[in-house]
């Protein structure tokens, strides 16, 4: 069974920076599809960032680019979201996920895993 935990979210004020971690624990068989959600106090929730890692292939929200970066560390068994130039309306509950699928699924913006979830992460960005 893959449990996955994130940590590292926190306050921070605008124009900042937080690197948030999520450790996988089991191992995910076939080619998956792993990323980064987010839902803010009623709003629903969205897709950040995600990658395929068997074709090294990372997408990003058009609201996150240029500031976000997904990266994993294997070695780990980590996946990590590394955000910069942080702004109010990056204030939300941040969860990572990932589930096996194809890059096509993955590629998808309206992809949302069925099998793995982390408990969630609070990120706060106060201006």
């Known amino acids: 069974q893959v449990q996955l935990v994130e940590s590292g979210g926190g306050s921070v004020q605008a124009g900042g920076s937080l690197r948030l971690s999520c450790a996988a624990s089991?191992?995910?068989?076939?080619?998956?599809?792993m990323g980064w959600f987010r839902q803010a106090p009623g709003k629903e929730r969205e897709g950040v960032a995600r990658?395929?890692?068997?074709?090294?292939?990372?997408w990003y929200a058009d609201s996150v680019k240029g500031r976000f970066a997904i990266s994993r560390d294997n070695a780990k068994n980590t996946l990590y979201l590394q955000m910069n130039n942080l702004k109010s309306e990056d204030t939300a509950m941040y969860y990572c996920?990932?589930?096996?699928?194809?890059?096509?699924?993955?590629?998808?913006?309206?992809?949302?895993?069925?099998?793995?979830w982390g408990q969630g992460t609070q990120v706060t960005v106060s201006s």
């Open positions: 996920a990932a589930d096996v699928t194809s890059a096509s699924a993955c590629s998808s913006t309206s992809w949302s895993p069925l099998n793995y």
């Open positions: 089991g191992y995910i068989y076939g080619s998956y599809c």
């Open positions: 990658m395929y890692p068997s074709y090294g292939l990372l």
